[in-house]
T-cell receptor
């Protein structure tokens, strides 16, 4: 079965600093990879996704992520944090690495705090 | 505007009571999903439906039931058999294929009285 590990349940950065949220997946076959953001008491919003093609994916709000097959990683970055980036971030994977029909497997989430 | 609506926003359940959470989408998506969110555990799949009148158990289906009588609706019932129902419940929909984005509703928070 697929699994997703997000290193660090809490990450704290200063406004203007680099944001790096880590995500590793377990699959011998490259899956499809997603990053979602969740603000308090709201649903999830897609930041970006990797399906095929270019391994550096750009998303909304200045975020990007790089798919590294050799490291089974899909880390999320943003060059300069903004106060509005404070939220919980989820990495997720879906097939073809074993999961069925659009089923997403989520990591545990990383809460990002941004200090003034 | 197209999107997914969930109601109610907050729901209270008494001991031994069944409660139903509503999920409606007007995105014309074939697939719909129910997730349960608990702090520090990410989201876990309860049930999913690929087409009308068909649905499959997810990872934590015990104590829950669903129906899919219409393409746009996928209600979730939390039965009295679910002994720990307090959680945030999220409904999602997608075009269905594995690479397609899932779009999420705003969620329903279920609390036990």
């Amino acid at each position: 079965a697929q699994s997703v590990t997000q290193l660090g349940s809490h990450v704290s950065v200063s406004e203007g600093a680099l944001v790096l949220l880590r995500c590793n997946y377990s699959s011998s076959v490259p899956p499809y990879l997603f990053w979602y953001v969740q603000y308090p008491n709201q649903g999830l919003q897609l930041l970006l996704k990797y399906t095929t093609g270019a391994t550096l994916v750009k998303g909304i709000n200045g975020f990007e992520a790089e798919f590294k097959k050799s490291e089974t990683s899909f880390h999320l970055t943003k060059p300069s944090a903004h106060m509005s980036d404070a939220a919980e971030y989820f990495c997720a994977v879906s097939g073809p690495g074993g999961t069925s029909y659009g089923k997403l497997t989520f990591g545990q989430g990383t809460i990002l705090t941004v200090h003034p | 505007d197209g999107g997914i609506t969930q109601s109610p926003k907050y729901l209270f359940r008494k001991e031994g009571q069944n409660v139903t959470l509503s999920c409606e989408q007007n995105l014309n998506h074939d697939a719909m999903y129910w997730y349960r969110q608990d702090p520090g555990q990410g989201l876990r799949l309860i049930y999913y439906s690929q087409i009308v009148n068909d649905f499959q158990k997810g990872d934590i289906a015990e104590g829950y039931s669903v129906s899919r009588e219409k393409k746009e609706s996928f209600p979730l019932t939390v039965t009295s058999a679910q002994k720990n129902p307090t959680a945030f419940y999220l409904c999602a929909s997608s075009l269905g294929a594995v690479q397609e984005t899932q779009y999420f509703g705003p969620g329903t928070r279920l609390l036990v009285l």
